[in-house]
Protein backbone atom coordinates (compact mmCIF):
# COMPACT_ATOMS: atom_id res chain seq x y z
CA UNK A 1 0.00 0.00 0.00
CA UNK A 2 1.29 3.34 -0.71
CA UNK A 3 1.57 6.36 1.29
CA UNK A 4 -1.33 9.07 0.83
CA UNK A 5 -0.14 12.17 -1.11
CA UNK A 6 -1.10 14.88 0.18
CA UNK A 7 -1.47 18.40 -1.98
CA UNK A 8 -1.72 21.83 0.02
CA UNK A 9 -2.77 25.08 -2.16
CA UNK A 10 -1.10 27.96 -1.32
CA UNK A 11 -3.22 30.73 -2.45
CA UNK A 12 -3.79 33.22 -0.25
CA UNK A 13 -7.41 34.35 -2.60
CA UNK A 14 -9.10 30.83 -2.21
CA UNK A 15 -8.15 30.16 1.23
CA UNK A 16 -9.65 34.10 1.98
CA UNK A 17 -12.90 33.06 -0.21
CA UNK A 18 -13.28 29.90 1.35
CA UNK A 19 -12.70 31.70 5.26
CA UNK A 20 -15.66 34.00 3.76
CA UNK A 21 -17.83 31.39 2.50
CA UNK A 22 -17.32 29.53 6.13
CA UNK A 23 -18.43 33.13 7.92
CA UNK A 24 -21.25 33.54 6.35
CA UNK A 25 -22.49 30.24 6.74
CA UNK A 26 -21.93 30.54 10.33
CA UNK A 27 -24.79 33.61 10.13
CA UNK A 28 -27.75 32.37 7.67
CA UNK A 29 -30.06 34.42 9.33
CA UNK A 30 -30.25 37.38 6.68
CA UNK A 31 -30.54 34.70 3.71
CA UNK A 32 -33.38 33.30 5.47
CA UNK A 33 -35.21 36.58 6.20
CA UNK A 34 -34.90 36.57 2.75
CA UNK A 35 -36.17 33.64 1.66
CA UNK A 36 -39.02 33.94 4.48
CA UNK A 37 -39.99 37.17 1.96
CA UNK A 38 -40.15 34.93 -0.88
CA UNK A 39 -42.50 32.88 0.80
CA UNK A 40 -44.78 35.45 1.64
CA UNK A 41 -44.73 37.06 -1.55
CA UNK A 42 -45.62 34.17 -3.66
CA UNK A 43 -48.31 33.16 -1.23
CA UNK A 44 -49.96 36.72 -1.72
CA UNK A 45 -49.56 36.05 -5.26
CA UNK A 46 -51.32 32.53 -5.00
CA UNK A 47 -54.46 33.90 -3.32
CA UNK A 48 -54.06 37.40 -5.52
CA UNK A 49 -54.51 34.74 -8.68
CA UNK A 50 -56.69 32.15 -7.19
CA UNK A 51 -53.79 29.42 -7.66
CA UNK A 52 -50.54 29.43 -9.70
CA UNK A 53 -49.72 28.56 -12.29
CA UNK A 54 -52.64 26.43 -12.29
CA UNK A 55 -56.19 27.72 -11.30
CA UNK A 56 -57.59 26.56 -7.98
CA UNK A 57 -60.68 24.64 -8.40
CA UNK A 58 -63.62 26.84 -8.93
CA UNK A 59 -66.52 26.95 -5.90
CA UNK A 60 -69.07 24.82 -6.20
CA UNK A 61 -72.97 26.03 -7.20
CA UNK A 62 -74.28 25.56 -3.77
CA UNK A 63 -71.26 27.39 -2.70
CA UNK A 64 -71.67 30.29 -4.43
CA UNK A 65 -75.31 29.91 -4.27
CA UNK A 66 -74.47 30.55 -0.34
CA UNK A 67 -72.17 33.11 -0.40
CA UNK A 68 -74.71 35.34 -3.11
CA UNK A 69 -77.19 35.01 -0.31
CA UNK A 70 -74.66 36.56 2.04
CA UNK A 71 -74.07 39.07 -0.29
CA UNK A 72 -69.85 37.66 -0.21
CA UNK A 73 -70.24 36.42 -4.18
CA UNK A 74 -68.61 37.98 -6.42
CA UNK A 75 -65.37 37.20 -4.79
CA UNK A 76 -62.45 35.71 -4.47
CA UNK A 77 -62.06 31.71 -3.32
CA UNK A 78 -60.16 31.56 -0.24
CA UNK A 79 -61.00 34.96 0.95
CA UNK A 80 -64.52 35.70 2.14
CA UNK A 81 -63.76 37.30 5.59
CA UNK A 82 -60.42 37.54 4.84
CA UNK A 83 -58.98 35.27 7.84
CA UNK A 84 -57.18 33.08 6.01
CA UNK A 85 -54.68 35.70 4.53
CA UNK A 86 -54.35 36.91 7.29
CA UNK A 87 -53.31 34.46 9.26
CA UNK A 88 -50.39 33.43 7.16
CA UNK A 89 -47.58 34.20 8.63
CA UNK A 90 -43.80 33.60 8.23
CA UNK A 91 -40.68 32.30 11.37
CA UNK A 92 -36.96 32.46 10.09
CA UNK A 93 -34.32 31.94 12.81
CA UNK A 94 -30.46 30.86 11.46
CA UNK A 95 -31.14 27.38 10.00
CA UNK A 96 -34.96 27.83 8.49
CA UNK A 97 -37.49 29.43 7.11
CA UNK A 98 -40.92 28.95 7.66
CA UNK A 99 -44.39 30.12 6.17
CA UNK A 100 -47.73 28.68 7.50
CA UNK A 101 -51.33 29.06 9.46
CA UNK A 102 -52.30 28.48 12.66
CA UNK A 103 -56.39 28.23 11.40
CA UNK A 104 -57.66 25.19 12.11
CA UNK A 105 -59.33 25.07 8.72
CA UNK A 106 -56.18 26.11 6.96
CA UNK A 107 -54.80 22.61 6.02
CA UNK A 108 -58.12 21.38 4.35
CA UNK A 109 -57.67 24.06 1.65
CA UNK A 110 -54.19 23.50 1.00
CA UNK A 111 -54.40 19.49 1.03
CA UNK A 112 -58.06 19.10 0.68
CA UNK A 113 -60.31 16.42 2.17
CA UNK A 114 -63.52 15.75 3.93
CA UNK A 115 -64.98 18.28 5.60
CA UNK A 116 -68.36 19.87 7.55
CA UNK A 117 -71.22 17.65 9.40
CA UNK A 118 -70.25 14.31 9.06
CA UNK A 119 -67.19 14.61 6.70
CA UNK A 120 -70.19 14.88 4.28
CA UNK A 121 -68.39 17.82 1.94
CA UNK A 122 -65.13 17.14 -0.51
CA UNK A 123 -63.10 20.51 -0.03
CA UNK A 124 -60.67 20.03 -3.47
CA UNK A 125 -56.98 20.95 -3.23
CA UNK A 126 -56.24 24.79 -3.40
CA UNK A 127 -52.87 25.13 -2.37
CA UNK A 128 -52.20 28.48 -1.25
CA UNK A 129 -48.41 27.53 -0.02
CA UNK A 130 -47.02 26.87 -2.88
CA UNK A 131 -44.04 27.77 -4.67
CA UNK A 132 -43.66 28.63 -8.58
CA UNK A 133 -40.87 27.55 -10.43
CA UNK A 134 -39.58 30.75 -10.82
CA UNK A 135 -40.15 31.25 -7.10
CA UNK A 136 -37.06 28.14 -6.59
CA UNK A 137 -35.27 30.07 -9.24
CA UNK A 138 -35.44 33.13 -7.12
CA UNK A 139 -34.86 31.57 -3.82
CA UNK A 140 -31.36 30.18 -5.73
CA UNK A 141 -30.31 33.41 -6.75
CA UNK A 142 -30.96 34.65 -3.28
CA UNK A 143 -28.05 31.64 -2.16
CA UNK A 144 -26.30 32.68 -4.85
CA UNK A 145 -26.23 36.41 -4.15
CA UNK A 146 -25.66 35.81 -0.67
CA UNK A 147 -22.32 33.20 -0.78
CA UNK A 148 -21.14 35.56 -3.27
Given at each position: ??????????????????L??????????????????????????????????????????S?????T????????????????T???????????????????????????????????????????????????????????????
Open positions: MSDPIEIKIDNKAVESRLDLAQKSENLRPLMKNIAGIFAYSTEENFKNEGRPDKWTKLSETIKQRKNKQWPGMILQVSGQLSSVNTYYDNDSAVIGSNLEYAAIHQLGGQAGRNKSVEIPTRPYLKLTDADFEEILDSINDYLK
